[in-house]
Structures are given as C-alpha cells and as structure tokens.
C-alpha cells in the first residue's frame, strides 16, 4: 500500500513539473515584451509622466543591462561548484564572490539613483522600487496578459530588477 501510494505520489509530482514547463514555455516573453510590460506597469503605477518617461527609462534599462552582466558573472561560480569536490577554501572563496557581487550592484544602483532623481522625486523612485517588486510577483504569478507570443524561440529573460525592497 506504502509503495502505490509513493508511487502515485511521484507520477503526480512529474506530471504537474512537466505541465508547469510547457505553460511557462508558451508563456514566455521577448526581452523587449518584457521591457515594454515592465515600462508600462511601473510608469502607471509610480505616476510618471510621458516626458519624465522618455528621459528614465533609458536610463533604468542601462542600469538593468549592467545588472544583467555581473549577475551572469555571479552565476557561472555556482556553475564550477561540485559537491563532494569543492574544498572548504573553496566555498569560502565563493561567498566571497557571492558578498563582492551584492555589494558592486548595491553601489551601481546607488550610482544610478543619483542620476534617476535628477529627472524624478524620490517619491516616485520609491513607488518605482515597489511597483518593480509586485511587477515580477504579479509576473511570477501569470496576471493579465503576459502570455506573449506563444511561438518566440528567442529564449528572452526578465532582467533582475532595480531595489530590492
């Protein structure tokens, strides 16, 4: 009886991982879909205008860019971990790296912020970070209409967003 029911257990699991990777397979979008949702919902929720708009927007994207390039820099040392062959300085090494990381996006952010509340309030800026952390949660969670183009073989990623509330 124990054996039918663990059996059943992890058909069940592997059909519902499967279901969940070809929905999110279809769902997926470009970069610039996301680019352009993600625009969308942050500039209605923080309340921007068309022409503060124009000027941040390119900016943020910039900053999201370089955030791209030292996290892809950041993930290829948890792709060299071998468990049962990592030594212990080796890890240590690696949190380093891992430390380092946070602290080079927390000061390019930092360094971005600056240049952001040149064109916007801090106000804004402050509902920007908000509204960018519900946007990935809302994403995350499939709202609206983010099923994008069903047949995009582009492979686009969501992009880590700016302030990490």
Known sequence: MKKVFLLITVLVSLLSFSCVDVATAQERLSREQFK???QTYLMEK????VEESAKFFPIYFELQDKKTEINNSYWKVFQNIKPGETTEAQYKEILTTIYDTRIRIDKLEQSYSEKFLKIISAEKLCKIFMAETNFHRDL??????????????????????????
Not at 140 to 147: E, L, P, Q, T, V
Not at 157 to 162: C, H, S, W
């Open 140 to 165: 995350m969670r499939g709202f609206g209409n983010f099923g994008g183009n069903r047949n995009n073989n582009d492979g686009g990623r969501p992009q880590r967003g700016f302030g990490q509330f």
């Open 46 to 49: 923080a309340g921007l205008t």
């Open 36 to 38: 352009i949702k993600q």
